[in-house]
């Protein structure tokens, strides 16, 4: 085998200009693979970076209008679910909005989220410095959680962090704890800052936000024992409750449903990045048949060798052995060149489509050892499905004589 292997590599080298044109067609479309596959493995792979997320389920509203809507609570509706359910260890609510940052350099514009004091309990996200917020701090304490991106890029990696003042909207903010980086499809790209009061938007009155206006993301995590279809008989007698209870209330009428985290983050764009898979998949074997047809039109120039191998006793799965394993050698040159294609083009992605995707415009390169192992389980199959071809192919020729 490792002398095959040897006459192998020699045979590539002896022609330049045929391996170099082979590996770069094939790196092009295992580049290609790889990166989406990265991509893929980053939003939807890898999982949520919670504590049992499985048992962590999204609230969503839809009006009797609309039973397919999916909506977010509205605030009476989420106290009178918080309080009356006994499904959930804990329920938490976030509503978005914008602040200007003005005392740590240049003002910048930023998303911020108000969120109930047990948000980051419900999820089970743990700081890595600091704490999480306290129930007295959610309707009147001016308090901030931060990432630990904001702590770097903002404040220098402050080793005092903890107590230090940052000015949204022109109301000081005291940090009490840093967290580890939000995943982007849960909270969008540059999350970087969670305040208290998830009741309050700025330039609406309590009592328009308490109408029944749904601007609330709920979210609550199951007890032990409770399964989901125990979580689904619930909703219904809350919702009666509710309606019985606010009839006035716009969101009155609505009834609720929730998805676990798992199924509900990236739902919408799983299927787009199945498609752009399948389409560089199409384009790998595109790829891989002019290859293919490459190293056919090379092994017929090679007949006189091949019925000289035929004539001294070799046999015909040595031959083809020895033809696969030139397939292999490419193959895997293509996959080393495509692992650094991938590397310069995954950075490039989110920042061409972060407007459309759920990237972060810096997202760095993520080439792990699972898209590692990618690349060298296509690069294999690769060389095998050539050389696979180029048997079938040849399976008449391999007889001729001198």
Not at 234 to 257: N, V, W
Not at 336 to 362: F, R, T
């Amino acid at each position: 085998m490792m002398t095959d292997f040897r006459f192998a590599l020699r045979q590539l080298r002896k022609t330049p200009g045929f391996t170099a044109l082979a590996v770069l067609t094939l790196a092009l479309g295992i580049g290609l693979n790889t990166a989406i596959f990265s991509l893929i493995n980053d939003l939807f792979l890898r999982g949520l970076p919670f504590a049992q997320p499985e048992r962590v389920l999204h609230v969503y509203s839809a009006p009797k209008q609309n039973p397919a809507a999916e909506y977010p609570l509205g605030g009476p509706r989420f106290m009178h679910m918080r309080d009356g359910q006994t499904i959930f260890s804990g329920l938490a609510a976030e509503n978005f909005s914008g602040a200007t940052l003005t005392n740590l350099g240049d003002p910048v514009q930023m998303p911020i989220f108000r969120v109930s004091s047990n948000y980051f309990d419900v999820l089970g996200v743990r700081p890595t410095r600091g704490r999480t917020f306290l129930s007295e701090e959610e309707e009147r304490a001016d308090v901030a959680i931060v990432t630990e991106a904001f702590w770097k890029n903002r404040t220098g990696s402050d080793p005092n962090i903890i107590g230090r003042i940052i000015t949204l909207d022109g109301t000081a903010h005291t940090v009490v704890g840093v967290i580890p980086k939000m995943p982007v499809l849960w909270s969008g790209p540059n999350a970087e800052v969670w305040t208290t009061k998830p009741l309050v938007i700025p330039g609406f009155s309590h009592e328009r936000m308490m109408r029944g206006t749904a601007f609330l993301r709920v979210v609550g995590r199951l007890k032990p024992g409770i399964s989901y279809d125990q979580a689904r008989a619930a909703l219904g007698p809350m919702e009666q409750s509710y309606r019985t209870q606010y009839p006035e209330k716009i969101d009155a009428e609505s009834t609720t449903f929730f998805k676990p985290l798992p199924e509900d983050v990236g739902g919408d764009l799983r299927p787009a990045f199945l498609t752009m898979l399948g389409a560089v998949g199409f384009v790998l074997l595109i790829a891989c048949s002019n290859v293919a047809n490459l190293l056919l039109v090379r092994f017929s120039g090679r007949r006189r060798e091949i019925a000289l191998r035929m004539a001294i006793g070799a046999s015909r799965t040595s031959v083809l052995r020895l033809f696969v394993l030139e397939s292999l050698l490419v193959s895997a040159f293509a996959g080393l060149l495509g692992v650094l294609l991938a590397w310069v083009l995954v950075p490039l992605i989110p920042k061409a489509a972060a407007n459309i995707l759920p990237l972060e415009a810096n997202a760095s390169a993520a080439l792990s050892v699972p898209v590692l192992g990618f690349t060298l389980g296509l690069s294999l199959l690769t060389g095998l499905i050539m050389g696979l071809f180029r048997r079938g192919k040849a399976r008449a020729p391999i007889s001729w004589t001198v």
